[in-house]
T-cell receptor
């Protein structure tokens, strides 16, 4: 079974620009979560989608947004990029509790560098 | 507020030298405690989920245990390929994982 895939793997953007990251979950998984990982803050939860609905959101500004499509693929968008947005952005997919498990499986991440 | 604290921050072991990593947590209603392994530049790799105090799970040289306040990841006779950062996470909701800062493990030959 194919794992979680994320595109692109690397991205360099300039302050003030916006960026869209994509995530394809494991086949059959309907829950997709996004996390930001930085050396200083570690892994922090951004938001989670299940069946195209955002169920939970972390403590991040409104510049961070996301969406999920009917095929469970998800995108996250960051507008008006700041230098502090440089991070590894990780997507994780899960069956959700309806599948009897909360286990989340992570993709390889997108490394975003803001200059 | 939910908190996850992992110790030690870094650990260096000789090949074959067993040890334990600690994850202490405070959470309002634990739905699950998770252990992940992360290699540099890669996404976290799922290892274990523990749901209730007293639960134990094993995989090769790793064994995870859970009490009401903490979890341990025991590494028996580690090999250099076990070198990685080990992350602990808890969830009160099942949706959002709250991660600790991790323990960086180096196993030398």
């Amino acid at each position: 079974k194919a794992g979680v895939t994320q595109t692109p793997r690397y991205l360099i953007k300039t302050r003030g620009q916006q960026v869209t990251l994509s995530c394809s979950p494991i086949s059959g998984h309907r829950s997709v979560s996004w996390y930001q990982q930085t050396p200083g803050q570690g892994l922090q939860f951004l938001f989670e989608y299940f069946s195209e609905t955002q169920r939970n959101k972390g403590n991040f500004p409104g510049r961070f947004s996301g969406r999920q499509f009917s095929n469970s693929r998800s995108e996250m968008n960051v507008s008006t990029l700041e230098l502090g947005d440089s991070a590894l952005y990780l997507c994780a997919s899960s069956l959700g509790w309806t599948g009897g498990s909360y286990e989340q499986y992570f993709g390889p991440g997108t490394r975003l560098t803001v200059t | 507020e939910d908190q996850v604290t992992q110790s030690p921050e870094a650990l260096r072991l000789q090949e074959g030298e067993s040890s334990s990593l600690n994850c202490s947590y405070t959470v309002s209603g634990l739905r699950g405690l998770f252990w992940y392994r992360q290699d540099p530049g890669k996404g976290p790799e799922f290892l274990f989920t523990l749901y209730s105090a007293g639960e134990e799970k094993e995989k090769e040289r790793l064994k995870a245990t859970l009490t009401k306040k903490e979890s341990f990841l025991h590494i028996t006779a580690p090999k250099p390929e076990d070198s990685a950062t080990y992350l602990c996470a808890v969830t009160p909701s099942g949706y959002a994982l709250n991660f600790g800062k991790g323990t960086s493990l180096l196993v030398t030959p």
